[in-house]
T-cell receptor, first 109, second 114 residues
């Protein structure tokens, strides 16, 4: 698995965009970039994943740099319910997700 | 997204007893399920990978005789914590993969051994 590096914590004002960075400079060509989040005392929730192209779904957008060494998860209009720990994981299909420490995002009123 | 159901959500047991946790994929068949453990303020740690119809693969340091995993069908995997002790108290989470790359997680089981 690619080693990923994320800031330990971030704050974001409610209604603003939350941009969560992730460095994965050792990612290999067949490894996807996954994002999950974990709200306190719940199981992780899948957010989005991508390989090379930018991706968007109803929850978030994923921007992957052209060299694939970093990515940014964007929550376009953060709400208080988006307060959670966000995990960026590099992984080849078929293997288990290995969680790092993630970024603790606090959305404030 | 797909639904993975974990039961029970909370359990308290006496030291020395065994506890079984069930993980079900409700709307898809999962040939592979994963079991994780999470201690307070820590990240999830992979315990084992469970493949339907075969023996589970345990991560280094996880006692296979203590944490019994059974994956008898494509929709059900169970984790049994045998002879539980207070240090086994933790948040246990299962995950199920379908053919598409993403994995889905259960809501977790809070085990407290007294």
């Amino acid at each position: 698995d690619a080693k990923t590096t994320q800031p330990p914590s971030m704050d974001c004002a409610e209604g603003r965009a939350a941009n969560l960075p992730c460095n994965h400079s050792t990612i290999s060509g067949n490894e996807y970039v996954y994002w999950y989040r974990q709200i306190h005392s719940q199981g992780p929730q899948y957010i989005i994943h991508g390989l090379k192209n930018n991706e968007t779904n109803e929850m978030a957008s994923l921007i992957i740099t052209e060299d694939r060494k970093s990515s940014t998860l964007i929550l376009p209009h953060a709400t208080l319910r988006d307060t959670a720990v966000y995990y960026c994981i590099g992984l080849s299909s078929g293997y288990a997700l290995n969680f790092g420490k993630g970024t603790s995002l606090l959305v404030t009123p | 997204g797909a639904v993975v159901s974990q039961h029970p959500s909370r359990v308290i047991c006496k030291s020395g007893t065994s506890v079984k946790i069930e993980c079900r994929s409700l709307d898809f068949q999962a040939t592979t399920m994963f079991w994780y453990r999470q201690f307070p303020k820590k990240s999830l740690m992979l315990m084992a990978t469970s493949n339907e119809g075969s023996k589970a693969t345990y991560e280094q340091g996880v006692e296979k005789d203590k944490f019994l995993i059974n994956h008898a069908s494509l929709t059900l995997s169970t984790l049994t914590v045998t002879s539980a002790h207070p240090e086994d108290s933790s948040f246990y989470i299962c995950s199920a993969k379908r053919q598409l790359p993403e994995a889905f997680f259960g809501q977790g089981t809070r085990l407290t051994v007294v």
